[in-house]
């Protein structure tokens, strides 16, 4: 009687108490193997486009089953770029920490780099990538992440630089007593050193680039087929449910790329910080523990990782390159000369060419570059003055008030993450809808691309002033104008000048797109360099484009020179509150 | 030395200057001869800023010197050939690495074969005390823990020579009396593969109860002003006769730079004049001064420097520079290792505040000869006000950077307590005060003590 029941039960048993084993480690192998599937499939799909011939007049679906595809694009020229502006920074980065003749000039180049308005080249770079590769695709799409890279890389290579100069001393001379290799010490000690500072600037940079794409995508003659292009298209068409649908999609992606891209990657980063005691508060991110659940990656890294860096290791271990030997040190220094020589002969020839051209320009021409570059001073000032007056007293309401920040706080940020470009076409539509010219409409579109840098500063600044001062404050009935004058004010100030810095570099881009737009087959544009830079595009008039981009440049960069930058200081040294 | 052994390390007149941003170049280090032998612990004291890590730092061939060679068993020093160590006071492990890897990266770097760096490893890190933490991260471990990591990170590479640069200061003083005691019974049953050990401290007690040979340092420039052995057994006993006359010596040597002193009934210290440059004040507040002033009246006026030391639990690098400035300042005299409050240190610690300002201001327009020289200036001008860069000119030709810094603090923080004057944070200028008792000016903030 007992054998039979035992016979029939123990299946039943097994099979239930198995089922979720398998389930739980074989799915995330089955999903990432369906996922290297759909790349394969990928990069035959955009092969086939990019090299394909280029369409100059494209054709935008504005299908919903297009958009997929067009987010995908979109996608992979923000992922090229990246990893592009990751090599290039990290490269530059190191250059300039470990060859002090070189750093003299690398780092005041990248500050002033790191200023210029990069949409500015938008016209000038899209012209000679198509000209590189005439007739393909590709030469555009490479234009665009040309672009997207100028865009993000000067903040990582900055980054990257300031991590391998804090490496402490006793650090590095440990490496050094331990005879590490080149290979090593780049490993062991100089990436793991800049990681958390390359994550963080790698989400800001991408925020932007997304910005510079979208701007791209939109361009002209030169539309990519992407999220901006779709949207321009369903804005022209005057199509809301086709916008709506774009912005989703636009916001699902952000989104995304938060969940599964830099949430992980923040909570892997955790391992590098420097601390010296564990906090309690760490992030986590699902998809990170749902990684290390696999048996796939597990097996990678063991199988392959592994003995990949231990073959490296001991690669270099043999190999050390010698860097103390006299007569390598005078073959690279020969290298640097003549590489500093020829870099200067280049620059030489362009300035000479530059001149060349800028004395073929008429004396109108001029009086235009300077009536155009008044008014979109004029007019990015007015942005600034604006965005001030709206977001300080909301900022500071924010800031002191937790129980409205826990609500705001994280509708700011969708809102803020909804890169401008994306829905200029649709603003524009409204706005001429609304009979308004681009005169005060291109103020409305700086105002969109703008004012949340200087609100979210304005929140941190309101929250960092301390409670006990606010408290004495009330205490000596300090309240009213006055509270705002004694307390709130100079609080937020080294706050507000860094929101106001980035403001302002951010709205000069945006100048470019704002002041001269298509719509529905018809051009709209009003006085400012930003449209003179996309006139001269649209009509070939390339001496004048030349012009202008470097005046625009010219200005912004002395504008950040003189007064940015003083503004600065003086926030750094009077205003900290910790004094 | 009686027996003539090769050193394992010889110095040979290093010499280290820095260039300042300026363009001036400060010697850090003054030409100096140092062998390194095998089987001995040998000691560095020194007052904080002297240049002892620099001189670490040159002998293990991590920095070149200035002039002079340092020879690796009669070869130029470099970290390749030089089959060193360091233990590191803030540890430097990497916070990245697991305990393991942290103790095999210096064998990976050697191209050790994986399984035998894996061995070794673990052989180490059962020495140290560390089984069982070999997948644990530095970071979930205590200060004592992470040291001992270092010490398993050097000591896995087998080095002729262990350097150790304030290797026990991180840590609370139980901690670092273990460590000490685990290092030495290391050492004493040679279950270490090392031949001497070069430990750079600034607690005179650590340094006689574990040094063989203890050299001390003198300051701007460094310089050997002593050098001397050290014969008692092990374990040594901090209450023996001995000990505390040896550690009452030092503290005597490193307490009176001017004075020639002779070890107590051993022939072989080194002794070198002194050389007077410009005056260094001791990097000492004024409320420091106050306070140990008040602690030798109620003590009758006089003490010994070490029981000083225990009594206000405090460390000889803390310690020091207030006495010192006691001193300089003619509140207090040394005598043979004990320290006797002067009748104007009386007068000072029995004052009330406003009388305190006043002797303070004199002792230090007698004594402190950068005050001297900005009362002179402040008087002299029309304006009775100087920019405070003329204090960094006086003192760039001097000090090094962080030493301007320093000097710039402590004067800063004599002359205003003094009030012989005030500080103008909005021009950066020094201004002449008001007479003691009138109001201060509104820009000023009150002197920290
Ligand atoms: N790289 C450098 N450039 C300029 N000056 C330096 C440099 N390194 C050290 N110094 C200066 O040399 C002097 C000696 O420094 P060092 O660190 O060797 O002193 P130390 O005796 O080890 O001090 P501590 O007790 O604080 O560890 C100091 O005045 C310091 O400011
Ligand atoms: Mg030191």
Known sequence: MKRPQQIVFRPLVRIWSVLPRVSVAGLPDLIMFSGGLALFYGVIQVGRNWLGPFHPQLEISRSPGALPVYAGYSLLRIALAYVLSMLFAVTYGYVAAYR???????????????????????????????????????????????????????????????????????????????????????????????????????????????????????????????????????????????????????????????????RPVIAWAEKFKMEQVESTSAPTSWVLDFLKRSRGVAVFRKRAIRPLRGLMIHYFARHEVRTESAGENQAVLWLWRVVGTSALGAIGYAVVRVVMILTGLHGSDFRQIGIGLFATWLRVNVTLVLGALWTIPAGVAIGFNPRLARIAQPLAQIAASVPATAVFPVVLLVLIRLGGGLGFGSIVLLLLGTQWYILFNVIAGAMAIPTDLKEVAGVFGIRGWERWRKLILPGIFPFLVTGMITASGGAWNVSIVAEYAHLKGQVYSTVGIGAMISAATDAKNFNLLLASTIALAAVVVTTNRLLWRRLYRLAETRFKLEG | MTEPVDPIIRAHAVEKFYEQPDGNRIEVIAPVDLDVEPGKIITLLGPSGCGKSTLLRILTGLSQPSSGKVLWHGQPISPENAGVAIVFQSFALFPWLTVLDNVEAPLEARGVPAMERHKRALRILDTVGLDGFESAYPKELSGGMKQRVGFARALVV?????????????????????????LLELWLSKKMPTSAIFIVTHNIEEAVLLADRVIVLARNPAWVRADFPIELAHPRDRKSPRFVELVDYIYKIMTQPQLAVAVPDAAAAVQKPARQKY???????????????????????????????????????????????????????????????????????????????????????????????????????????????????????????????????????????????????????????EPVGEPHPPTTTPVQL
């Not at chain 1, 490496?175 to 000690?189: C, D, K, S, V």
């Not at chain 2, 106050?290 to 000083?308: F, P, T, V």
């Open chain 1, 100 to 262: 002090s003749r070189a750093e003299r000039f690398m780092i005041p180049l990248l500050d002033v780099l790191q200023s210029i308005p990069v949409l500015s080249f938008l016209p000038g770079v899209m012209l000679a990538m198509a000209a590189l590769f005439p007739g393909r695709q590709l030469g555009v799409e490479m234009g665009a992440v040309l672009l997207i890279f100028t865009g993000q890389v000067w903040n990582m290579a900055f980054s990257f630089y300031a991590s391998l100069k804090s490496i402490p001393r006793e650090m590095r001379e440990a490496a050094t007593i331990y005879r590490f290799n080149w290979w090593q010490r780049f490993l062991q000690i100089e990436l793991p050193f800049a990681t958390i500072g390359l994550v963080w600037n790698s989400m800001m940079s991408v925020a932007g680039a997304w910005f510079f794409l979208m701007a791209c995508e939109q361009f002209g003659d030169f539309r990519l087929p992407g999220l901006g292009s779709y949207l321009q298209a369903a804005a022209d068409g005057g199509d809301t449910g086709s916008i709506l649908l774009g912005i989703l999609t636009m916001v699902a992606v952000i989104v995304l790329i938060d969940q599964f891209v830099w």
């Open chain 2, 279 to 433: 005056q260094m004040i001791p990097h000492a507040r004024v409320g420091g001064i106050a306070g140990l002033l008040e602690l030798l009246q109620d003590r009758g006026g006089k003490e010994y420097l070490h029981r000083l030391a225990e009594v206000l639990i405090m460390d000889a690098e803390d310690l020091l520079p207030i006495i010192e400035a006691s001193v300089l300042l003619g509140f207090a005299t040394l005598k043979e290792g004990d320290i006797q409050i002067t009748a104007e240190g009386a007068r000072f610690a029995e004052a009330d505040i406003l009388t305190r300002k006043i002797l303070f201001r004199q002792a230090a327009l007698n004594h402190v000869v950068i005050l001297q020289q900005i009362d002179s200036m402040l008087h002299a001008k029309a304006d009775h006000s100087i920019p405070e860069e003329f204090f960094y000119d006086i003192l760039d030709e001097h000090f090094s950077q962080d030493e301007v810094e320093r000097q710039f603090d402590t004067a800063m923080n004599w002359g205003r307590y003094a009030e012989i004057f005030d500080f103008d944070r909005e021009s950066h200028r020094l201004v002449l005060a």
């Open chain 2, 158 to 182: 087998e080095p002729e020579v262990l350097f150790m640069d304030e290797p026990f200061s991180a840590l609370d003083v139980l901690t670092a009396e273990n460590l000490r005691n685990e």
